[in-house]
């Protein structure tokens, strides 16, 4: 993983989902500096920004206030360092590989769980809070 591909990685997220670059920033700073371990299988545990608690992401499922007071699929800063943090590993395994093409992971596979958000948003007739 370097720097550059994780700054573009964001940059071309955030183009796809403006809506979402602040959190995408936010995202990135967790993937640098705080720590992200993964526990189980679909269990994570993910440094907070203030670096003085975790959260738990457990099967794409934030424990933190603002993916509870959001609801499910909901883009929070915890869920989206997770993917962050996938692509790079992603990227950095095709890279290693002699024939691989390799690249960042596509931003929509990325921004899904957001896009799917925004349609029960726009069910709702709500608003996303960064």
């Not at 071309?12 to 403006?18: E, N, T, V």
Request: with cysteine; net charge positive; charged share 35%.
């Amino acid at each position: 993983m370097t720097l550059e591909e994780l700054r573009r990685l964001v940059e071309r997220a955030a183009k796809r989902r403006p809506h979402l670059t602040s959190r995408l920033e936010k995202a990135a700073f967790l993937v640098l500096l705080r720590p992200i371990q993964q526990l189980h299988e679909n269990v994570w545990r993910v440094g907070s920004e203030d670096g003085l608690r975790f959260y738990t992401v457990k099967r794409g499922q934030c424990e933190c206030s603002d993916y509870v007071r959001h609801g499910a699929n909901h883009p929070c800063k915890h869920r989206l360092a997770l993917s962050l943090r996938r692509a790079l590993e992603e990227s950095t395994r095709a890279s290693r590989q002699p024939a691989a093409r390799g690249g960042l992971k596509d931003v929509n596979e990325l921004c899904g769980f957001a896009r799917r958000h925004e349609e029960v948003r726009n069910k709702r007739g709500g608003d996303i809070v960064t």
